[in-house]
């Protein structure tokens, strides 16, 4: 007998990175991404910024955690 539990998420900001890998604009292939995801006590995800700047994606990370009071959470990998 199995048992499906559901496990509830937690509200939270996301910043999250990655690479470009195809664009209309080549000089953009290659370069680094930040992006800024809410993510919803259903797991739903929505990117609510993105941009080139690591800096102001904390800082719009910063200003999205205080409106919803929820944490941040930086997967980049880097310390601030």
Known sequence: MSKVVTLETRPRIEIDTGRVSKSSDAALVGQPRYFVHHIASDGSLLTIWDGPDRT????????????????????????A
Request: aromatic share 8%.
């Open 56 to 79: 102001d994606a904390i800082d719009a990370a910063q200003e999205w955690a205080t409106s919803f009071s929820i944490p941040i959470v930086d997967k980049t990998g880097r310390l």
